[in-house]
């Protein structure tokens, strides 16, 4: 007989869903309680009928859905128990607000039982590690007011990838930590630092955007710092630059290493001091900025060879978000296909067009080197060179007559015909469990009900492969 460990409260409407969790549950030895809404729990919790050492707790459900009972719970301290969130669906914007919420983690439906399991035994242990800490902290004083509700602001992707980055946005965004954003050009590093904005307590603030490589050598120190009247020929009056700006709210700089060391000097000073000189003044200005930085480059690299201040690197890459390139999630591909075909009819007046399954299959098989931006641009053009009336898209509109780009498919293919049969057959599989577990989002049980082949046998594949 398993040892008990603790109680976990299921909060559900689908009956059927949640009666199986509450078994599966139970079998790995917790007491179980239930309820089958937002309201009947927080009722629950309330009165004290059930003191849970994690929650598992469903998004839509009526009366009250999933992300009104976090804000109760957090609102009215009815409890510190590590809240799952699930889902059956990826939306960026809940998934990142449960997480600004001080959710644990947040599940996607199919659900996955080993990920169940594993996430249930890992909150309890964060539960029993966060209890201990806080018997041996001085009592302090409750919090302030409540944070401001957060702009809605989506971004798209359903991969376990994407996923991951959603809740790290909506950790970092319930703090005031310096991020810094790497990935390569096209992966959506802006929208990722307006998510963190959005989500934070500065979202009624300004959001600062500046591009560092777009600036004039000689002007970034005064667009970043501002200037004053004659600072320099053309200084004509007084300029707030883009710290002044962004006060209270959120500086967005990207592409930072391509700052002069001047101005990183500066940078680092500004955020280390919050207060600066504007170019060409005396007179000291104090500010209370976030800031967010991005970068292509790596700059560790610059960092070695003397491109980059060491020291400046430390201070901006406090949290590291790193974006993976678009080949590398490309499960996400459908539903950026469908969001640009739609916003590209929108904004151009044209009729609505969708893509033909072959050339859906092309772009599976494509490489994407320019990312998400690549994507989008080549969506728009088919659109709009396609003609009123055509339609459905095919490979042509996208690629070029003549398909003029090579797919990786193809390349593959070649490559696969060069190996020793037992070489190509592991080959293949090996790419077929890759586009099964990234078209199924991670989720294991999904990615084998694609294959068509058991859970039990792609696990012993995924080891056989050595895939993660």
């Known amino acids: 007989m398993k040892t008990e460990l603790g109680q976990a409260l299921v909060i559900d409407d689908e009956i059927n869903l949640r009666e199986s969790l509450v078994e599966l549950i139970a079998g790995e030895g917790f007491r179980t309680a239930q309820a089958g809404d937002g309201t009947e729990a927080v009722e629950l919790l309330r009165r004290g009928g059930v003191k849970p ?21 957090q609102k009215e301290k009815l409890t510190s128990a590590p809240v799952i969130v699930i889902s059956a669906f990826g939306d960026s914007s809940k998934m990142i607000e449960a997480m600004r919420l001080g959710a644990y983690d947040y599940i996607t439906k199919p659900l996955d039982l080993d990920e169940i399991i594993a996430t249930l035994h890992r909150a309890t242990e964060q539960r029993r590690l966060s209890l201990a800490a806080e018997a041996a902290r001085p009592p302090k004083e409750a919090a302030e007011a409540d944070a401001p509700e957060p702009k809605r602001f989506e971004m798209l992707g359903t991969s376990r990838a994407m996923r991951d980055i959603f809740k790290q946005i909506g950790r970092l965004a319930a703090t005031d930590a310096t991020v810094l954003i ?47 009247r004659g600072a320099f020929t053309g200084a004509e009056r007084q300029k707030k630059g883009r710290f002044e700006l962004a006060h209270m709210g959120t500086l967005f700089l990207d592409e930072v290493g391509e700052l002069t060391p001047p101005a990183q000097v500066k940078l680092l000073r500004a955020l280390q001091e919050r207060r600066f000189e504007r170019v060409g003044g ?22 070695n060879e003397k491109r980059f201040r060491e020291d400046l690197f430390y201070r901006l890459s406090v949290i590291e978000i790193r974006l993976p390139p678009l080949r590398a999630r490309l499960g996400d591909v459908p539903q950026l296909a469908e969001y640009f075909l739609e916003r590209t009819a929108t904004r151009h007046g044209l009729a609505l067009k969708v893509l033909s399954d072959e050339a859906m299959r092309r772009l599976l098989a494509y490489d994407f080197p320019g990312n998400v931006r690549e994507l989008e641009n080549m969506i728009e053009r088919a659109v709009i060179t396609a003609g009123a009336a055509v339609e459905v898209l095919s490979p042509a509109h996208l690629f070029g007559e003549g398909a003029a780009a090579i797919s990786n498919e193809a390349r593959a293919n070649r490559a696969f015909l060069a190996l020793p049969f037992k070489e190509a057959v592991a080959a293949l599989e090996r790419e077929l469990i890759r586009r099964a577990l990234e078209a199924s989002g991670g989720n294991r049980a999904e990615a084998a009900r694609r294959l068509g082949i058991n859970r039990r046998l792609l696990y012993s594949k995924l080891e056989e492969h050595k895939i993660q």
């Open 53 to 73: 050492d994690v929650i598992f707790l469903d998004v839509r459900m009526p009366k009250m859905d999933g992300l009104d009972v976090l804000r109760v719970i």
């Open 182 to 228: 790497t990935g390569e050009s096209g992966t959506g590093k802006e929208l990722v630092a307006r998510a963190v904005h959005n989500h934070s307590a500065r979202s009624g603030k300004p959001f600062v955007a500046v591009n560092c490589g777009a600036l004039p050598e000689n002007l970034i120190e005064a667009e970043l710092f501002g200037h004053e």
């Open 282 to 303: 005396t007179e000291t200005v104090m500010v209370d900025v976030r800031v967010i930085a991005a970068s292509n480059q790596d700059l560790k690299q610059a960092v």
